[in-house]
């Protein structure tokens, strides 16, 4: 099967840079990667992170797909608890309306920050899988205008009326929503880049399980993982030590921690640490393009898919941009790639 590649934008804030530089590289990383030939564009959303830009997906995603031609865009995703569904169903509704065809919808339950940023944003939530559940109905009911009686889609309808959908697409990291996107006949991305373990067997889950829905006839499946492909085995192992490092920072809590590689190579990791660097190695995918190809080239045929969605940080924007170029030079030239 021919193999795609997407881009997962977290509109990162680099050391010495600010939000909205941050969001012109956005602007400018999605005129590239149109060109390039990438599938899709998903944007993330967090809150109360001094390092990432992107807390409206949907606001981003106005400006950038008016400014490309070819990139379906889309949230990667929305944390739905955080919001109204219906609100939500009728920003999604507005962009596919603005850009038929071009819209995805992923959603997620994970606050995209803290609990208690999470509680603010939407003080009626509550934490609740029963809730998020009836919000998936409830979505899907004001996407597609269903009148049923005795609901409050009867007397409450999601504006503009169009006649297209956004593609609705469940995230997971944990592999439980794996289920959840099976029963209501959605599309399933599983995060890589936040937990190594258990994305096959989500896939293959998911996949037994799937049914059919009016939107969605078969099962539809990426996954998505940290990618830094460099010119040089030294750029990458550098980029490597610096990705090793920050995610350890996050997980000690220090979620804005933004260091140079100088400022860290000589750091002495403990044996605990250096178990959980190989670890978390396992989120991360690095190298020169022939490696950076074989790897992605494996992680696909591992999940069993036909698409890897691309997340990458780097010290410059020219390093980031330069990454995604090597992987389209990799990946789009007239051979075609095709997974075996």
């Known amino acids: 099967m021919k193999l795609k590649l997407s881009v997962l934008d977290q509109t990162p804030i680099r050391r010495g840079s600010n939000a909205r530089e941050a969001l012109q590289e956005s602007i400018q990383l999605a005129k590239h990667t149109d060109r390039l030939g990438y599938t899709r564009y998903w944007l993330s959303e967090h809150h109360n992170i001094a390092t990432l830009a992107g807390a409206a997906p949907e606001v981003l995603i106005a400006r950038l797909a008016g400014e490309t031609k070819n990139l379906r865009f ?6 739905l608890p955080n919001h109204s569904t219906l609100k939500v169903a009728e920003n999604f509704r507005l962009l596919e309306g603005l850009y038929p065809g071009r819209i995805d919808l992923g959603i997620g339950r994970a606050p995209g920050g803290d609990r208690v ?7 009626s939530n509550t934490f609740s899988p029963q809730d998020y559940i009836q919000q998936i109905i409830d979505l899907k009911a004001f996407l597609k205008d269903d009148r049923q009686a005795g609901t409050i889609h009867e007397k409450v309808k999601a504006i503009p009326s169009i006649d297209t959908q956004p593609d609705l697409w469940m995230l997971t990291s944990s592999g439980e929503s794996a289920y959840i996107a099976a029963h209501f006949g959605m599309a399933l991305s599983f995060a890589q880049f936040i937990n190594p373990v258990g994305g096959p067997e989500a896939i293959r889950a998911y996949r037994q399980q799937f049914k059919p829905s009016e ?20 750029k990458a192992a550098q980029m490597q030590a610096v990705m090793d490092y920050r995610l350890l920072s996050i997980e000690k809590g220090k979620i804005d921690e933004a260091p140079s590689y100088e400022a860290i190579k000589g750091y002495a990791y403990s044996r605990e640490e250096l178990a959980r660097v190989q670890y978390n190695r396992l989120r991360t995918i690095t190298g020169t393009p022939d490696v950076v190809k074989e790897k992605i080239k494996q992680l696909a045929r591992t999940f069993d898919v036909d698409e890897v969605v691309v997340a990458t940080f780097a010290d410059t924007f020219e390093d980031r941009v330069r990454s995604y170029e090597l992987l389209a030079e990799m990946f789009f030239l007239p051979e075609d790639v095709f997974v075996k």
Not at 74 to 79: E, F, V
Not at 117 to 123: E, I, K, R
Not at 218 to 230: A, I, K
């Open 74 to 79: 889309g949230s990667g995703g929305i944390m």
């Open 117 to 123: 940023t999470a509680s603010l944003l939407n003080p």
């Open 215 to 234: 939107q969605l006839q078969t099962p539809q499946t990426s996954v998505g993982v940290f990618v830094f492909c460099g010119e040089t085995e030294e």
